[in-house]
Structures are given as structure tokens and as C-alpha cells.
């Protein structure tokens, strides 16, 4: 059941670019250079000839069913390059109930929205939530004025189809969509089988796993290449989207699970979590028939995750602690991380599973700051975010995107989720099942 070695570690495209620092990890964006300024010319310049410009207005509707993976990465990318971002309620109430047991609490409710002019309206899939999004007068409304007005508007997965494709916005467009719709595109648009495809103002894509690629030129369509381009660098993204991923295995030993049928996997999340990480993961490994339990190790279930969106937590951490897991796995996000540093109950765990030689793992902010402060990396090789990778007593093998050294897993951060999150689930259940879900995924060319 071991995983294939990578052969050479992998070089994100970005890799040229100067290490970020932790501030700039905050923020996931590179901030400016200080600009120069001149005090006497400051008097003859008015107000009104400096205000910034306002920021993009976006609208991202959700459901009962939204895919939670489409959704989250999509706020979260646009929110990294500034944009003003509603995430909005097609329901009765703001918390939606996502696919895979995710739980997102929305900003606002459509109805409040119906009198806000977006400059781009950005549809998650996942079924029924597109479907609930596709009845929604108020939202058809919007979109279809979005469109005569000649303004952004997107969809991803099933919601090309069952959304845009219903309400007649694709015609005379090229589109793609999930594969299981696409003989049905081809009666609403011209179906093409793009990652991402871009047509006018009109933007789709296929899956899951194509969703950052499509937030990122969501951005660009936006804000144009550059801000794209400084927004994807901190997402450490492939290169090479679609193609087979590696990772790298050190000391080869079986992931077990004997507490169940399914392997017990604990997430927790806090203030401040990544939320592309978390639910990238929770989603993927609840996808697998793993048993993910979601704790919060805040005073409250509901957690802000570091670009504000509201996640629900299925318990708090004490209840979640007086379980046995076959696998702990943290998401990164400076403010999450520090937050399970200073969890002594998370920390006791994490010890237990790695004395009991049991799987344990972190990505991105987390193995710099949570796991290597603690001791639990003593004698492994592990990598994390490039601009923490010298806070690692050992970062001979940081520059791999996913390293598996025995029972322990570390990754790199949001654009290595996916791969991180495959990894377990092809330790647990093996390369069919991995291949399974990157076929559903679209991670891989089909």
C-alpha cells in the first residue's frame, strides 16, 4: 500500500519568488513597498483625488447541498485579492447544511441582496444545492440582470447546467460543466471540456477539483493578470493542473484502522483555521467513507475562519478528545495554528498518537508551529509553508509538496490540500479509491 516516491521534489512556478514573511502569511498577499512621499506636494492634492477605488462587489449564493469545497475556495481566493465578498443564504436562515456534513454560516440571506448591483455573481454546484439555487427567484433575478448588464457572473460543477443552462444565460457560449452533464450542456451551449472556460463575462468549470484554478481566474477577470498572479503565488498551486501528482514516502509503514469499519479521523478548527484547508480535507476524507469528526477547540462550535468564513464545528474539543482517533490532522492558518499550540488537550493528544505510533499530520502554518515547537517532529522529515520552512529543525525535504515519513504526513498549503488529502486516503484505502475520487474530482485529467 505504500505511495510511489517522487523521483524530484516538485518547484512551484513561484518558486523565484522572495520567501514571504509570517505578516505576509496573515494575509496570503505580498504587500506593496513602502511609497515615498512628499509632504509639500501633499497640500495641493484633494481628497477626492485620492480615494482608493471601491472594492469589487461579489455575490456568492449557497444552499442545502452546495458542494462546501467549491464554495469555501471560491470565497476564500477572492477575498485574498480584496474583493468585498457576500456569501448570501438561498434558505430560510443563514446556516446551510453543505454536502459531506459541512456546515457554513452565510453572511447574509438573497433577499437582502436583491437591490445590491455585483460585479460578479459566482454560483457554487454540489446537488441539491444548485437546484435550490436555480428556484430562487430573487436569485434568477440578479443573475439575469448580471447578464443584461453585461457584467460577471460564474458557475462551477452542476450549476452550469442546472442553473445558468435553465435559465437560458449560456446560449451561444462555449461552457463546460461537471462530466455527468456535459451530453446535457450541449443542448444549452457549446460544450467544451476546459478546466476552466472563459467566454465574454461568463466563466464555468468542472468539479471540485478544478476550483482553485477557477477562482484564481475569477480574480484575474476582475482585477486582471497581475493581482491573479500575486494571489496565486501563497496558494503554492500546481503548475501543472490535471496532470498525475507525487508525493514523497520516507520509512513505508501501513496506515491501519481498527476502531471501526472506517477510519476514526479527527480535524480541528479554530479562530483564525484556513478554512480552503480544513474543508478541502474534511470534504475529501468524508468523500473516502471516512468518519471525520470536526472540533472546535474555541468555547463555541461556530468558528471564523482566517477569511472570515463562519464554519460549524461538529462538537468542541473536550468531547472530541475523549475519543480515540486512527489519524489527527490540522489544518494551517497563522491564528488556527497558534490556537492549537496553545490547546494543551490537542497537544496531549497529538503526543499520545505519535508515542502509540499512531498517524498524525499538519499542513501549512501548523507543522512550523503547532507540531515542530512540541517535539512532534523529532526524527522526521517534514515540510510546511514556504515562508515557515526555516522555524523546521529538519527542512532537508521541504521543497516536496506532500511528505509521508512513517505516521507522520506534512504538506505545504491551500493548493497542496488536495494532494495532501488524496495522500491519506490512499494510505487508509489504497490507489483505487484515489483514483476514483480524482476522476470524480476532475483533480486529474479524466
Same mark, same amino acid.
Given at each position: 500500500?505504500?505511495?510511489?516516491?517522487?523521483?524530484?521534489?516538485?518547484?512551484?512556478? $513561484?518558486?523565484?519568488?522572495?520567501?514571504?514573511?509570517?505578516?505576509?502569511?496573515?494575509?496570503? !498577499?505580498? %504587500?506593496?513597498?513602502?511609497?515615498?512621499?512628499?509632504?509639500?506636494?501633499?497640500?495641493?492634492?484633494?481628497?477626492?483625488?485620492?480615494?482608493?477605488?471601491?472594492?469589487?462587489?461579489?455575490?456568492? %449564493?449557497?444552499?442545502?447541498?452546495?458542494? %462546501?469545497?467549491?464554495? =469555501?475556495?471560491?470565497?476564500?481566493?477572492?477575498?485574498?485579492?480584496?474583493?468585498?465578498?457576500?456569501?448570501?443564504?438561498?434558505?430560510?436562515?443563514?446556516?446551510?447544511?453543505?454536502?459531506?456534513?459541512?456546515?457554513?454560516?452565510?453572511?447574509?440571506?438573497?433577499?437582502?441582496?436583491?437591490?445590491?448591483?455585483?460585479?460578479?455573481?459566482?454560483?457554487?454546484?454540489?446537488?441539491?444545492?444548485?437546484?435550490?439555487?436555480?428556484? #430562487?427567484?430573487?436569485?434568477?433575478?440578479?443573475?439575469?440582470?448580471?447578464?443584461?448588464?453585461?457584467?460577471?457572473? /460564474?458557475?462551477? #460543477?452542476?450549476?452550469?447546467?442546472?442553473?445558468?443552462?435553465?435559465?437560458? +444565460?449560456?446560449?451561444?457560449?462555449?461552457?463546460? #460543466?461537471?462530466? *455527468?452533464?456535459?451530453?446535457?450542456?450541449?443542448?444549452?451551449?457549446?460544450? =467544451?471540456? &476546459?478546466?476552466?472556460? =472563459?467566454?465574454?463575462?461568463?466563466?464555468?468549470?468542472?468539479?471540485?477539483?478544478?476550483?482553485?484554478?477557477?477562482? =484564481?481566474? +475569477?480574480?484575474?477577470?476582475?482585477?486582471?493578470?497581475?493581482?491573479?498572479?500575486?494571489?496565486?503565488?501563497?496558494?503554492?498551486?500546481? &503548475?501543472?493542473?490535471?496532470?498525475?501528482?507525487?508525493?514523497?514516502?520516507?520509512?513505508?509503514?501501513?496506515?491501519? @484502522?481498527?476502531?471501526?469499519?472506517?477510519?476514526? *479521523?479527527?480535524?480541528?478548527?479554530?479562530?483564525?483555521?484556513?478554512?480552503?484547508?480544513?474543508?478541502?480535507?474534511?470534504?475529501?476524507?468524508?468523500?473516502?467513507?471516512?468518519?471525520?469528526?470536526?472540533? &472546535?477547540?474555541?468555547?463555541?462550535?461556530?468558528?471564523?475562519?482566517?477569511?472570515?468564513?463562519?464554519?460549524?464545528?461538529?462538537?468542541?474539543?473536550?468531547?472530541? &478528545?475523549?475519543?480515540?482517533?486512527?489519524? !489527527?490532522?490540522?489544518?494551517?492558518?497563522?491564528?488556527?495554528?497558534?490556537?492549537? /499550540?496553545? #490547546?494543551?488537550?490537542?497537544?496531549?493528544?497529538?503526543?499520545?498518537?505519535?508515542?502509540?505510533?499512531?498517524?498524525?499530520?499538519?499542513?501549512?502554518?501548523?507543522?512550523?508551529?503547532? +507540531?515542530?515547537?512540541?517535539?512532534?517532529?523529532?526524527?522526521?522529515?517534514?515540510?510546511?509553508?514556504?515562508?515557515?520552512?526555516?522555524?523546521?529543525?529538519? /527542512?532537508?525535504?521541504?521543497?516536496?509538496?506532500?511528505?509521508?515519513?512513517?505516521?507522520?504526513?506534512?504538506?505545504?498549503?491551500?493548493?497542496?490540500?488536495?494532494? @495532501?488529502?488524496?495522500?491519506?486516503?490512499?494510505? @487508509?484505502?489504497?490507489?483505487?479509491?484515489?483514483?476514483?475520487?480524482?476522476?470524480? $474530482? !476532475? @483533480?486529474?485529467?479524466?
Amino acid at each position: 500500500m505504500a505511495l510511489r516516491h517522487a523521483v524530484a521534489p516538485h518547484h512551484s512556478p $513561484f518558486a523565484s519568488r522572495p520567501p514571504l514573511s509570517p505578516a505576509t502569511f496573515a494575509t496570503g !498577499i505580498a %504587500p506593496p513597498p513602502p511609497k515615498k512621499t512628499n509632504a509639500r506636494l501633499s497640500f495641493s492634492v484633494s481628497a477626492s483625488s485620492m480615494a482608493s477605488p471601491p472594492p469589487k462587489k461579489v455575490l456568492v %449564493p449557497v444552499a442545502d447541498g452546495s458542494e %462546501p469545497l467549491e464554495a =469555501v475556495v471560491t470565497i476564500d481566493v477572492l477575498r485574498r485579492a480584496g474583493a468585498d465578498v457576500t456569501v448570501a443564504s438561498a434558505e430560510e436562515q443563514l446556516r446551510v447544511d453543505a454536502c459531506e456534513g459541512m456546515k457554513i454560516v452565510a453572511d447574509a440571506l438573497i433577499s437582502d441582496c436583491a437591490d445590491t448591483a455585483f460585479d460578479l455573481i459566482a454560483l457554487p454546484g454540489g446537488l441539491p444545492g444548485a437546484s435550490s439555487l436555480r428556484d #430562487c427567484k430573487i436569485l434568477e433575478n440578479l443573475v439575469k440582470k448580471q447578464a443584461a448588464d453585461g457584467r460577471l457572473y /460564474a458557475a462551477i #460543477c452542476a450549476s452550469p447546467v442546472v442553473v445558468l443552462g435553465s435559465w437560458g +444565460l449560456l446560449k451561444g457560449l462555449k461552457a463546460t #460543466c461537471a462530466p *455527468i452533464f456535459m451530453e446535457q450542456l450541449s443542448s444549452l451551449a457549446t460544450a =467544451v471540456e &476546459s478546466r476552466v472556460q =472563459v467566454d465574454g463575462k461568463t466563466v464555468t468549470s468542472r468539479g471540485p477539483g478544478t476550483t482553485m484554478e477557477y477562482a =484564481v481566474t +475569477l480574480v484575474e477577470q476582475l482585477f486582471g493578470k497581475e493581482k491573479a498572479e500575486e494571489v496565486a503565488g501563497p496558494l503554492v498551486m500546481r &503548475s501543472n493542473h490535471g496532470d498525475e501528482y507525487h508525493i514523497l514516502e520516507l520509512n513505508p509503514m501501513d496506515w491501519t @484502522f481498527n476502531r471501526g469499519p472506517q477510519p476514526q *479521523i479527527l480535524v480541528p478548527i479554530a479562530n483564525g483555521s484556513e478554512e480552503m484547508e480544513a474543508v478541502i480535507i474534511i470534504d475529501v476524507l468524508r468523500r473516502s467513507k471516512a468518519n471525520v469528526v470536526v472540533a &472546535s477547540v474555541e468555547d463555541k462550535v461556530e468558528i471564523e475562519a482566517s477569511r472570515k468564513v463562519k464554519l460549524v464545528a461538529d462538537m468542541l474539543f473536550d468531547e472530541a &478528545s475523549k475519543l480515540s482517533y486512527d489519524l !489527527i490532522v490540522l489544518p494551517g492558518g497563522l491564528g488556527g495554528a497558534q490556537a492549537f /499550540a496553545k #490547546c494543551e488537550k490537542l497537544v496531549n493528544l497529538l503526543k499520545k498518537q505519535k508515542e502509540s505510533n499512531r498517524p498524525y499530520g499538519a499542513i501549512c502554518a501548523s507543522p512550523a508551529l503547532v +507540531l515542530e515547537p512540541h517535539g512532534l517532529l523529532k526524527g522526521k522529515k517534514a515540510t510546511a509553508f514556504p515562508a515557515m520552512c526555516n522555524k523546521l529543525s529538519d /527542512a532537508s525535504e521541504a521543497e516536496n509538496r506532500v511528505v509521508v515519513d512513517g505516521n507522520l504526513i506534512t504538506s505545504r498549503g491551500p493548493g497542496t490540500s488536495m494532494e @495532501f488529502a488524496l495522500a491519506i486516503v490512499e494510505k @487508509f484505502f489504497g490507489r483505487k479509491k484515489v483514483l476514483e475520487l480524482t476522476k470524480a $474530482f !476532475i @483533480f486529474t485529467h479524466p
